[in-house]
């Protein structure tokens, strides 16, 4: 049996660790289009602040493929793939034949369409390369606009001001932090931005990067007439799906390579995992496509299992988010922005601005379905609990839940039981 995977993330690794569980002597073959092992992608702004070596980025120890005898290729980038022969096609002219395939090719960075955007001077920051990139640029500019107040964006923004340079961010939102987390706790991390000099804008984005007679960048132009002298562009907005490879194969694509509750795409012996698969989601009971880093490792070993035989559907994916501001800590677990005025939903909020501190439950049919951190975030992982068991709670055990916090005591006894089966929350939308 050969398995060949595309892509050398966390997904891969996932992958790598779900096969060598089932099957102990099949090829796996990974093609790596960067030119090193796999590394923590979160670590990244870590590295560009200078807080962590290059020593700390990498995923697993250096005899990692070794031993599980991975042949990995450096620097090569699958250009086709070939469901009816089975065959992937590299930019290096190597045709290479699969039994089982898995497709985890990621996210790109998104690149809006604003008039100056490209040419000199503008960068992204997902991958290491690009971080090695703003290191060495961080001593020779001063400023820096930032496009994109999420969780990339001020992570961007924290580690260039890290290094010296006055960073400014724009955020289209009236908030930043809007995908995954609420007003108050997007406040909060602002807040505690500006406190160290960071310069937040919401609501107003570019409108146009000028440049110079050299073509380098001379500074932005805001929706709101405002000018920010920069030296460099961080467009930081977002990525999405890397789908074009399994498009152009005949495999379905929507808004990113669709696969079933096996993580298998449409192509026979074809799998998908991580930021470029469109999987199952555990509240919603809806395909959608969540970039964060625990459901791509949980995504990559769920398809290594199953393309080795093991036949275990994937339980679905959760949205997550943690993430620390200059000593303030954010977590943001499932549906915290439920639709305004949907009555079925409940929320519960905390906030003390003096001491930083937010917190916020929300809840569907007697469930705990998503909920906000900042601040204090120490029981966050029983919160977390609470959702993946869509566990029941009504009466006293809920207004527990809500006043003093999440305890054991308040699992179902049926949880310690092996065989429970609890009903999962597929209306929490």
Request: aromatic content about 8%.
């Amino acid at each position: 049996m050969t398995y060949v995977i595309i892509g050398n993330g966390v997904a891969s690794i996932g992958a790598i660790e779900g096969i060598r569980r089932y099957d102990a002597k099949g090829k796996i073959v990974v093609l790596a289009q960067e030119d090193t092992p796999a590394y923590g992608r979160p670590l990244i702004s870590y590295f560009l602040a200078g807080k962590i070596g290059p020593e700390r980025l990498p995923l697993r120890g250096d005899d990692y493929y070794v031993k599980n005898g991975v042949e990995l290729k450096l620097g090569t980038t699958a250009t086709a793939v070939d469901t009816a022969k089975k065959t992937v096609t590299t930019d290096k002219g190597d045709s290479i034949k699969y039994d089982r395939l898995l497709i985890c090719t990621g996210g790109v960075p998104f690149v809006p369409p604003i008039t100056g955007v490209k040419g000199p001077d503008i960068y992204s920051f997902t991958t290491l390369a690009h971080a090695k990139t703003l290191i060495e640029l961080s001593s020779k500019i001063k400023r820096a606009v930032v496009i994109g107040g999420g969780l990339i964006g001020l992570k961007a923004a924290e580690s260039l001001h890290d290094r010296g340079v006055s960073v400014t961010i724009v955020e289209l939102a009236p908030r930043i932090l809007s995908g995954g987390f609420d007003e108050k706790a997007g406040k909060l991390a602002g807040n505690r931005l500006k406190k160290v000099g960071i310069d937040v804008n919401c609501g107003v984005t570019a409108k146009e990067i000028q440049r110079g007679k050299d073509e380098h960048v001379k500074g932005v132009l805001l929706t709101d007439g405002r000018f920010l002298e920069c030296d460099v562009v961080v467009v930081a907005i977002g990525v999405v799906p890397n789908s074009a490879l399994a498009k152009e194969a005949g495999i379905k694509v929507e808004r990113g390579i669709f696969v079933d509750e096996k993580l298998a795409t449409s192509a026979k012996d074809v799998y998908a995992a991580g930021d470029v698969a469109q999987a199952i989601d555990m509240l919603s009971g809806e395909h959608r496509v969540v970039p964060i880093w625990p459901n791509a490792y949980n995504q990559g070993f769920a398809s290594g299992r199953n393309m080795a035989g093991a036949k275990q559907p994937y339980q679905g994916g959760l949205p997550m988010n943690s993430i620390s501001f200059y000593g303030l800590p954010t977590i943001s677990v499932g549906t915290v922005n439920p639709p305004e005025g949907d009555k079925n939903f409940e929320i519960h909020a905390q906030l003390d601005e003096e001491k930083e501190t937010y917190r916020k439950l929300v809840f569907r049919d007697g469930r705990l379905v998503g909920y906000v951190l900042v601040g204090d975030i120490d029981k966050g992982g029983m919160y977390t609990a609470f959702i993946k068991f869509a566990m029941p709670l009504a009466g006293e055990d809920k207004d527990k839940l809500i006043n003093a916090g999440p305890e054991v005591f308040l699992w179902p006894p049926e949880l310690f039981n092996e065989t429970w089966n609890p009903e999962p929350a597929a209306d929490a939308r």
